[in-house]
């Protein structure tokens, strides 16, 4: 018998507004619209990378919540979001000691996306 082997994960985040969320994560961070039911659920997908958001009206929830996206080329992606000025002032890309590159973004609901890259040792 195999064992089982986990192969991916889809946060979900909360939204103060589906159709102002997906609107930013589409027009600002480069994801597509996959599903949107205003005031309810949606969805976008950048690559192989999908994000769901569940509509909640406390800002609080969503500015204590936050996910992780690894990513190839993470420099490439830092210099396609600089000019847009959505990188985190108090997250911008570096090494972080438990061996990835990162940097964060805080959209405007309130969630923190940290995109990181794992460092490769020679």
């Not at 991916?8 to 039911?37: H, M, N, W």
């Not at 204590?64 to 690894?70: E, F, G, K, S």
């Not at 438990?98 to 805080?106: D, K, L, M, N, S």
Request: with cysteine; proline share 6%; hydrophobic share 40%.
């Amino acid at each position: 018998m195999s064992s089982p082997a986990l192969s991916s994960a889809v946060p979900i985040l909360a939204s103060l507004d589906i159709t102002r969320t997906i609107q930013f994560y589409c027009s600002v961070l480069g994801f597509t619209k996959i599903y949107e039911e205003p005031l309810v659920y949606g969805i976008v997908q950048r690559d192989a990378v999908q994000i769901h958001f569940w509509a909640c009206p406390e800002k609080h929830i969503a500015e204590n919540t936050a996910c992780r996206i690894n990513v190839k080329e993470i420099d490439a992606l830092y210099a396609e979001y600089q000019p847009k000025k959505v990188i985190h002032a108090n997250a911008p890309l570096q090494e972080k000691p438990w061996g990835t590159r990162e940097f964060g973004v805080v959209d405007e609901d309130g969630n923190l996306i940290t995109f990181f890259e794992e460092i490769q040792y020679d």
